[in-house]
C-alpha cells in the first residue's frame, strides 16, 4: 500500500526525507518481515526512527539487526532528568544510539536545563513545548516563517562575521 501510494505521488527527483517510527514492541512480533518491509521502503528514501526506546521490550540486539536511523529517548526519562538514575538511564542510551551511529532524538523537552544536558550528551535532535506546542497548520506556516526569517539572516550575518574575521586575523 504505501510502495503504491510513494511511486504515485513521490518521483525520484523529490528527495523528502520521511522518517517512520517504529515501536520496541511492535520488534517482536515478525522481525524478519519488519526488516523487509523497512528494506523496501528505504528505497524510497524513508528511514525509521525507534521509538519510545527503553519502555519496552529493549533487546540492543535489535539495535544490531533492524535497520533503523533513529533512536527516540523516550519522553518519560527525560522529563525526570534531574534524577541522578534518570540521567544516568538518559546517559546510557544516548551513548548506545552513538556507539550504533545512530541519530539520537529526545522526546518531550520542556525546560532549558534538560535540552543543555542532553546536548552535553550529544543528543542530536529535541522534540517538545520548549520549542512548541503543538500547532495547526496555518500557525504552523506563520511560526515557522517567522522563525526562518529570524534564523537566517543572522546565520548568514554570523557566517559573514567569521569569514570577515578569519580573513583579517590573516592579514
Known amino acids: 500500500m504505501v510502495t503504491k501510494l510513494l511511486e504515485k505521488y513521490i ?20 522481525l524478519t518481515s519488519l526488516i523487509d518491509v523497512i528494506n523496501t521502503l528505504s528505497k524510497y528514501n524513508i528511514t525509521f526512527s525507534m521509538d519510545d526506546f527503553g519502555t519496552g521490550y529493549s533487546s540492543l540486539s ?9 533512536l527516540k529517548v523516550d519522553q518519560s526519562f527525560v522529563a525526570k532528568l534531574s534524577g541522578a538514575k534518570e540521567a544516568s538511564l538518559v546517559k546510557t542510551i544516548v551513548d548506545i544510539s552513538k556507539n550504533f551511529s545512530l541519530i539520537t532524538v529526545a522526546e518531550g523537552v520542556e525546560e532549558e536545563y534538560q535540552r543543555e544536558y542532553l546536548m552535553e550528551l550529544g543528543c542530536d535532535l529535541y522534540q517538545g513545548y520548549l520549542f512548541s506546542k503543538p500547532l495547526r497548520k ?27 574575521f578569519s580573513l583579517i586575523t590573516l592579514q
Open 62 to 70: 535489535y539495535l544490531r539487526e533492524i535497520p533503523i536511523r533513529e
Open 11 to 30: 518521483d525520484d527527483e523529490c528527495k523528502i526525507g520521511i522518517v517512520f517510527e517504529i515501536t520496541e514492541t511492535s520488534t517482536t512480533d515478525n
Open 138 to 164: 496555518e500557525d504552523f506556516e506563520e511560526f515557522y516563517n517567522l522563525k526562518y526569517a529570524i534564523i537566517v539572516p543572522t546565520f548568514i550575518f554570523l557566517l559573514f562575521s567569521y569569514i570577515t
